[in-house]
């Protein structure tokens, strides 16, 4: 079965840098989410979309967007980078909503390192 | 994050004994999922319960879930080397398809 895909699997950056992440949902599925976990501690909800419209934000910085695409991927922009960015990056999918079911899937994740 | 509080943070056990990990929320839910992660690696969803669930099993995995108490509980029996990943449960905040909110977080070793 098909797995929600991330790109990169690694990265690293520079401080003050820009980075790009990239998720391609399950198809079929409308809804990305991301999070964000930083070593050692659960991961931590950034921002969601619904059919390329942003449904929900979380602790997102001013200095990462995002945006959904027509084909449902997904892609967060990451600018200034800083040291405390540092983490593993996950996108997740869902079914459509009156699916019947919450379940998200996680892809393996795009691990940042900020130099 | 304070939803989905997990115990212990650490559990080590040998390889064929059972594994109970509990985790506690404060807020309603309609819903409450586990999920593994291997050791800095994606996130895979075991199970979920519904609130209006007392008990689900899938394979070697039973959870419980008392909403009276705000508390869940994953059993894994007869438990394999396999096993050894960080546990969270988290819920849904919110309607369907609302982001989840995970707890802290649970490291399972099972030795062979």
């Known amino acids: 079965a098909a797995g929600v895909i991330q790109s990169p699997r690694h990265l690293i950056k520079e401080k003050r840098e820009t980075a790009t992440l990239k998720c391609y949902p399950i198809?079929?599925?409308?809804?990305v989410y991301w999070y964000q976990q930083g070593p050692g501690q659960d991961p931590q909800f950034l921002i969601s979309f619904y059919e390329k419209m942003q449904s929900d934000k979380g602790s997102i910085p001013d200095r990462f967007s995002a945006q959904q695409f027509s084909d449902y991927h997904s892609e967060l922009n990451m600018s200034s980078l800083e040291l405390g960015d540092s983490a593993l990056y996950f996108c997740?999918?869902?079914?459509?909503?009156?699916?019947?079911?919450?379940?998200?899937?996680f892809g393996p994740g795009t691990r940042l390192t900020v130099l | 994050s304070q939803q989905g509080e997990e115990d212990p943070q650490a559990l080590s056990i040998q390889e064929g004994e059972n594994a109970t990990m509990n985790c506690s929320y404060k807020?309603?839910?309609?819903?409450l999922q586990w999920y593994r992660q291997n050791s800095g690696r994606g996130l895979v969803h075991l199970i979920l319960i519904r609130s209006n669930e007392r008990e689900k099993h899938s394979g070697r995995l039973r959870v419980t879930l008392d909403t009276s108490k705000k508390s869940s509980s994953l059993l894994i029996t007869a438990s394999r080397a396999a096993d050894t990943a960080s546990y969270f449960c988290a819920t849904p905040r919110g309607g369907a398809n609302s982001k989840l909110t995970f707890g802290k977080g649970i490291t399972l070793s099972v030795r062979p």
């Open positions: 198809p079929r599925h409308d809804t």
């Open positions: 807020t309603s839910i309609n819903n």
């Open positions: 997740a999918s869902s079914f459509p909503l009156g699916a019947r079911t919450d379940t998200q899937y």
